[in-house]
């Protein structure tokens, strides 16, 4: 497997809708929120409805939110291929930290299939 590095902002939208997609969202709307004044940014705020919640997250971008978002859609939920609890990292690409590895199946995002894998190898 390949080394990690530490480089969120190569994450794509792409990737990261997929994955919103592929959780079964019923209901998905992103709303953007002006910055007030010069000093403030940008707030973007995600809802969206999944089978059994609602969800809503914010961010400085929207790209950010995304990411939110699939964290809190994804991590905990159980791997239908090996099992084990699933926790999303958004922070490396091509490769995984390796806290909690043989506990943990996580899906990190590969610039080579620009996509997010998991370390078990099975499908998203």
């Known amino acids: 497997m390949p080394t990690a590095q530490r480089d969120p902002d190569r994450i794509s939208q792409q990737a990261v ?18 910055p007030v004044s010069d000093d403030d940014p940008p707030v973007f705020v995600i809802q969206a409805k999944l089978p059994d919640r609602w969800e809503v997250v914010a961010g400085s971008s929207k ?29 490396y690409v091509d490769g995984t930290p390796m806290a909690l590895f043989a506990h943990l199946c996580w899906m990190y995002y590969s610039t080579d299939t620009d996509s997010f894998t998991r370390t078990c190898g099975g499908p998203i």
């Not at 950010?64 to 926790?87: F, H, Q």
Request: charged share 30%; net charge negative.
């Open 17 to 34: 809708q997929q994955l919103i997609e592929n959780s079964k969202v019923g209901f998905f709307r992103v709303n953007e929120r002006e």
């Open 63 to 91: 790209r950010e939110a995304s990411l939110r978002l699939v964290e809190a859609i994804y991590d905990g939920t159980e791997c239908p291929n090996c099992g084990r609890a699933s926790a999303v990292e958004t922070e």
